[in-house]
């Protein structure tokens, strides 16, 4: 258990000190992908450049959305830490 909540703690510090960076990372990859295709790359399925130019990422979350999350990561984390050293 101990371990367990190191690890939920160690992911979900992040989210808290820094969600721009996560919540940014779709929306780049997207980018990215759409450059790449306007370059010449070829489609890895019918339509697809035509798809990320008319709809947004399907995984684009707000900052206070990945904060949240991160908050719930901590309290688990914790309880998961405090459970660990009371057994």
Request: hydrophobic share 40%; proline share 6%; charged share 25%.
């Amino acid at each position: 258990m101990i371990g367990l909540g190191i690890t939920i703690l160690a992911l979900a510090i992040p989210a808290i000190i820094r969600p721009e960076s996560l919540h940014k990372e779709s929306l780049r990859n997207r980018n990215r992908r759409l450059e790449e295709l306007r370059n010449g790359a070829p489609e890895r399925y019918f339509e697809e450049q035509r798809e990320l130019e008319a709809y947004r990422p399907r995984f684009d979350p707000s900052s206070r959305t990945i904060r949240a999350l991160g908050f719930v990561g901590v309290t688990l984390g914790v309880l998961s830490l405090f459970q660990g050293i009371s057994q």
